[in-house]
């Protein structure tokens, strides 16, 4: 049972603009531990896509942007692209825990 | 750039162990942590543990505590990750990742290696 939760899927048509959700609590994303996002494009391993702090490795478009506030974060795509479907996860640290916590990831569908 | 390459896939019986691979090149291997995460057929991710090959230092999750044997070899650039009493639920794909940068921030990927436990 992941401690991170996230919306099984979200769904745009391209040009559109779609957020994800990830649902913490005050031993982890309250707690103010950073939170990143990885992209899962089918069959391969998950990529970093957004740190923390807003930043993207090259070649991720900015189009792509993260926010965080209290117990929640959200990454938001805009401009939504085929290339885009996708399964996206969040991951950010517990306290309680003591160690890393990855959401419950979110398929990104085009319409 | 950093590039993790991990071993081959893997077909264990139940009770049995196995070893992964995940060898670093391209950066400073003993400087930055290593971790494991796992992915069930269909499943998100879980994180299983990590180690800071420089000190030596592990870390794991509760979950895999006691099962899970994660080491270095800072003179191949290579980490480990053993699991023990394998059971039909490990069943899944293990990826190595380079905690890099900001917090916990995992910035390179293995390729995964699918570990089948099946009788």
């Known amino acids: 049972q992941s401690v991170l939760t996230q919306p099984p899927s979200v769904s745009g048509a391209p040009g559109q603009r779609v957020t994800i959700s990830c649902t913490g609590s005050?031993?982890?994303?309250?707690?103010?531990?950073?939170v990143h996002w990885y992209q899962q494009l089918p069959g391969t391993a998950p990529k970093f896509l957004i740190s923390?702090?807003?930043n993207r490795p090259s070649g991720v478009p900015d189009r792509f942007s993260g926010s965080k506030s209290g117990t929640s974060a959200s990454l938001a795509i805009t401009g939504l692209q085929a290339e885009d479907e996708a399964d996206y996860y969040c991951?950010?640290?517990?306290?309680?825990?003591?160690?890393?916590?990855f959401g419950t990831g979110t398929r990104v569908t085009v319409l | 750039q950093v590039q993790l390459v991990q071993s081959g896939a893997e077909v264990k019986k139940p009770g049995s162990s196995v070893k992964v691979s995940c060898k670093a090149s391209?950066?400073?291997?003993?400087?930055?942590?290593t971790n494991w995460v796992r992915q069930a057929p269909g499943q998100g991710l879980e994180w299983m543990g990590g180690?800071?090959?420089?000190?030596?230092?592990?870390n794991y999750a509760q979950k895999f505590q006691g099962r899970v044997t994660i080491t270095a070899d800072e003179s191949t650039a290579t980490a480990y990750m053993e699991l023990s009493n394998l059971r039909s639920e490990d069943t899944a794909v293990y990826y190595c990742?380079?905690?890099?940068?900001?917090?916990?921030?995992?910035?390179?990927w293995g390729q995964g290696t699918l570990v089948t436990v099946s009788a």
């Open positions: 923390g702090n807003n």
């Open positions: 991951q950010s640290y517990d306290s309680g825990l003591s160690h890393y916590v």
């Open positions: 391209g950066g400073t291997f003993s400087s930055y942590a």
């Open positions: 990742a380079r905690e890099g940068g900001s917090q916990g921030l995992f910035d390179f």
């Open positions: 005050s031993s982890n994303i309250g707690a103010d531990y950073d």
């Open positions: 180690i800071i090959p420089i000190l030596s230092i592990t």
